[in-house]
């Protein structure tokens, strides 16, 4: 039955993250239609601060939440009513502190730090979403703890709904009074759909109570030192990385105005990697977030278990998919960059970043992984000290690299930082668990089959049948030949095969046994 259960909520959660991750891509295309390239350049910058506060009302919520309500169920205390009011409470005020901070520091914060008056607006919107946000986060604990991922997955589909909604039902009318209004229309639908998935959650709650057993409810005693006890580390640890993250995102467009001459200009390249560009390329891991969902509770399991050759294959196959599978959406992004531009936004500028970060996919995609790898494994502070020196490393390179050579300076950024973080993410899970370099099997076979795919691609299919095809079908064609040949091409120089993905299942049940 348990075993039942967790396949069940992996299912749900991988299909939810799946479905949001799509229509949101697929929104922002919308958004960047609407807005323009300038348009989209003052979203991120309104979302730099947005995320900034969006980090103190919630960081740690979610974590406490699951923590305390799994405590309270498994002492069979009878339903945590009383406790989940206390913890509302206490996200309420939270969330209502960050969002009361953000609205009275909007205009000086916009004019100041963003450099744009025209930000106020669209902050002081969104203001009123952060307690929501940070209740809909403690409710979301709670639904973990009861193992109950359904509840929370409806929300997000919901909110997602309502928010595409909104905007769609009124930023025609917005667009005619200029990008200050339309950006305020765009986040009107966040706080409304925020507020309306987190009354959806609370009604869900309270149906999720009647299955408790009518009785006393038992008031929980001391549980603000222990819910501070969780949410001020997280919130400090997270809060120095958002803070210089946001550092870096509003000396971008400063610099490259130093470097064109005009804000806008510069305003509109950031929009076009940051808002369009990156989404993108971010979009395939959500397949591998499935690979998360699935293995990092079995990898931290078999740590604390002291099972050092089960983690030592779960982490070796956890690399293995991650560096194959980004390994081919690199070549992928890079053959058809200027296809995916021109398909999503009809920009060849954005097909341009697309074609110059898709080499370095894998080491994006296995920074994350490995990132995740590590704070299963209780290695929090080594990912935060390295995140803390990329962040810092970033804002100097910023602050020398991009007012002297513009864009090309922060995509040369962008590509070092990845490298450089992941090398040392991969340093360390290699320190902690012992596991080796399998250089042929994640480094060179890999390679040779993306290379092998290319070729396969231009010489057999872009010379001759191409060009007698639709664009479109052209691309999707091409792609789907690329993909069919590196796989063949892995399974042909042993690479991969079907024992990698059965040992993953066997090595998941016995840890069940």
Known sequence: MKKLLFLKNAVILTGTALLLRAVGMFFRVYI???VGDEGMG???LIFTLYNLAI????????VAATRLTADWLARDRGAPTALCRRLVFYALCLGGAAGLLQFFLAQPASTLWLGDARAALSLRILAPSLPFMAVGATLRGYFMARRNVSSSSRAQIFEQAVRIGVVALLIGKALPRGIETACAVIVLGNTVSEALSCLYMALSWRRDLKRFASGKIQKPQGLLREYGGIVAPITATRG????????????????LAAFLGARETALAQFGQLKGMAMPVLFF?????????TLLLPEI??????????????LICRTVLITVTLSVLMGGLFRAFSSELGETLYHSAEIGFYIGVLGPVMPFMYLE??????????????????????DSVLRILLVVTLVPRLGMQGFLFV???????????????????TGIKVQWMRWVVKPLFSVGAAWAAYYFAFAVWAAPLLPPLAAFLCGAVLMALVYFLFLWLTGCVSLQDLSGLKREKNSGKA
């Open 284 to 292: 395939p891991f959500s397949f591998l977030s499935t690979l998360s």
């Open 300 to 313: 931290a399991e078999a740590h604390g278990a002291g099972k050092k050759e089960r983690l030592q294959a």
């Open 42 to 44: 003052l979203y991120q």
């Open 240 to 255: 120095v990385g958002s803070l210089l993250v946001t550092v870096e995102n509003i000396l971008v467009p400063g610099c």
């Open 414 to 432: 962008m590509l070092f930082s990845n490298i450089f973080t992941g090398f040392l993410n991969l340093h360390r899970l290699i320190r902690v």
């Open 55 to 62: 980090t103190l009302a919630t960081s740690g919520v979610t």
């Open 32 to 34: 960047a239609g609407q």
């Open 368 to 389: 994350s992984m490995v990132d995740g790898i590590l704070k299963g494994l209780g290695e929090q502070l080594s990912t935060f000290k390295y995140s803390v020196c």
